[in-house]
């Protein structure tokens, strides 16, 4: 009897935990879908439509560029577990110059001094950071939904990984070819 109630106990914590954990990563992803649908995303083989994006230094970037590149989605304000994301990013940029890396903040209300706040945290540089609008029409754009999703495509624009939350080695495996000579 007393090692059942100990079993039951340990389901009723572990169910609670992981119901704790979905209310709470809901709560920080605003941009994720509360249907129950799939959320949207890229796939592998897909292409990324090329895009003329504005950065919050007033540079205009185009994606695809004709070189590799990685473009990861944060919000900035309210998710810091996900800037996590761009950290990896960042590091893996500054030992792959060949690559295009961008840093799409996809909350609109957050202005300059919180857009250097996650330059800062992540170890961004000077890369572009691109600021989304109010209907996160660049997210949209490239069909993420997901903050904490990192999207490497070729130099002709073929996707080929979608990461969302990646370890740094899954991320340097992914982004293997764009570093190769």
């Given at each position: 009897?007393?090692?059942?109630?100990?079993?039951?106990?340990?389901?009723?914590?572990?169910s609670a935990f992981v119901a704790l954990v979905i209310v709470v990563h809901r709560a920080n992803n605003?941009?994720?879908?509360?249907?129950?649908?799939?959320?949207?995303?890229?796939?592998?083989?897909?292409?990324?439509?090329?895009?003329?994006?504005?950065?919050?230094?007033?540079?205009?970037?185009?994606?695809?560029?004709?070189?590799?590149?990685?473009?990861?989605?944060v919000d900035g304000l309210n998710c810091r577990p996900c800037l996590a994301s761009a950290r990896k990013?960042?590091?893996?940029?500054?030992?792959?110059?060949?690559?295009?890396?961008?840093?799409?903040?996809?909350?609109?209300?957050?202005?300059?001094?919180?857009?250097?706040?996650?330059?800062?945290?992540?170890?961004?540089?000077?890369?572009?950071?691109?600021?989304?609008?109010?209907?996160?029409?660049?997210?949209?754009?490239?069909?993420?939904?997901?903050?904490?999703?990192?999207?490497?495509?070729?130099?002709?624009?073929?996707?080929?990984?979608?990461?969302?939350?990646?370890?740094?080695?899954?991320?340097?495996?992914?982004?293997?070819?764009?570093?190769?000579?």
């Amino acid at each position: 009897m007393r090692r059942s109630l100990t079993i039951a106990t340990v389901l009723l914590i572990i169910s609670a935990f992981v119901a704790l954990v979905i209310v709470v990563h809901r709560a920080n992803n605003p941009t994720a879908s509360t249907s129950t649908s799939a959320l949207a995303a890229p796939h592998v083989g897909d292409t990324v439509a090329r895009a003329h994006l504005i950065t919050v230094d007033r540079r205009t970037i185009t994606t695809p560029g004709g070189v590799w590149g990685a473009i990861v989605f944060v919000d900035g304000l309210n998710c810091r577990p996900c800037l996590a994301s761009a950290r990896k990013l960042a590091a893996a940029a500054r030992t792959t110059p060949k690559l295009q890396a961008v840093l799409v903040d996809v909350n609109a209300s957050d202005g300059k001094g919180e857009v250097a706040r996650v330059r800062a945290k992540t170890r961004w540089g000077d890369r572009p950071v691109v600021l989304d609008t109010p209907d996160n029409s660049v997210a949209s754009r490239f069909d993420v939904e997901t903050i904490g999703t990192v999207l490497v495509y070729r130099p002709d624009g073929t996707i080929t990984d979608v990461l969302l939350d990646p370890s740094a080695a899954a991320l340097n495996r992914a982004l293997k070819p764009a570093a190769a000579p």
